[in-house]
């Protein structure tokens, strides 16, 4: 079997291992073999023949921080996007994102390939037909060396236009500023988002029938009817509703399983606009 050597090596197995063996003298052994002396040392302090690992002992991204790697690795997994729109969606974030350094970020937390489906346990139904501009909006928590962030993140049904935020709080405050930056962002009219009954997006249900929130409203559904938006709730204690962002168990369904494509072009240089394939 040959020997697999580092490019510049000057001595091989055998000539290392006979100088682990050799009780000559460094000036000696590197005279013998014509090699430096510290060579010879080295060699004369391992207990293995083999070369060790070259490059960083912890895989790390040069061009991207802790915070961003942790963002693209939480779209990823939320999203289950193609690597074409996941650097679509995050450039606008992310400007210095390139897809070569999206790929190895991909590649280094294992979901550089989308999930395949093994055996359908029940026939494929169609997903409901919906006109362009209907959101899912939904939260992730993202776990970084500095604490934990959250993640905003919407996906349109029909086109899969993505727009992602990362906040230090998740609250009402929050949520409204991603809505505020989700029709800014959108190149089309936003009608519908769907969200689950967090406190971020509307009261408990406990209290909705209760005289002050009927009142006041919730800050939410107020930003919603400023830009003639309608508010849908899913269903108290069913999340799997959302889960096109939420968990991706709509990966079986022809939301993802069609390939989920968005033709995207830069706008700006800076912002991303979703071209739908059809409408």
Not at 173 to 181: D, G, I, N, S, Y
């Amino acid at each position: 079997m040959g020997q697999v050597l580092h490019g510049s090596a000057t001595t091989t197995e055998a000539v290392r291992r006979a100088i682990q063996h050799s009780q000559e003298s460094l000036r000696a052994l590197a005279r013998r073999y014509g090699i430096n002396q510290k060579t010879v040392a080295k060699w004369k302090g391992r207990t293995s023949v083999a070369d060790l690992p070259t490059g960083p002992r912890e895989a790390r991204s040069t061009v991207l921080s802790v915070e961003e790697e942790a963002v693209v690795v939480a779209f990823r997994r939320h999203t289950l996007l193609p690597l074409d729109d996941c650097l679509y969606a995050l450039q606008p974030t992310i400007p210095h994102l390139t897809r070569s350094s999206l790929h190895r970020c991909l590649q280094r937390h294992g979901i550089s390939r989308l999930p395949q489906v093994e055996g359908e346990a029940s026939p494929k139904r169609k997903f409901k037909a919906y006109p362009i501009g209907f959101f899912h909006v939904d939260i992730a928590e993202v776990q970084t060396a500095q604490g934990k962030l959250y993640l905003f993140v919407a996906i349109d049904r029909a086109s899969k236009f993505a727009v992602a935020q990362l906040v230090d709080k998740a609250n009402t405050q929050t949520a409204r500023a991603f809505l505020e930056a989700l029709v800014a962002a959108v190149p089309y009219r936003v009608e519908i988002v769907l969200t689950d009954n967090g406190v971020q997006f509307a009261d408990l249900p406990k209290n909705r029938s209760g005289p002050t929130a009927r009142l006041r409203g919730h800050p939410f559904d107020r930003a919603c009817r400023e830009h003639g938006i309608e508010h849908r709730l899913t269903k108290p204690n069913h999340p799997w509703t959302t889960d096109v962002i939420d968990k991706c168990l709509f990966v079986r369904s022809e939301l993802f399983l069609s390939c989920a494509r968005v033709t995207a072009r830069r706008r700006a240089g800076r912002e991303a606009q979703a071209v739908p394939r059809s409408l």
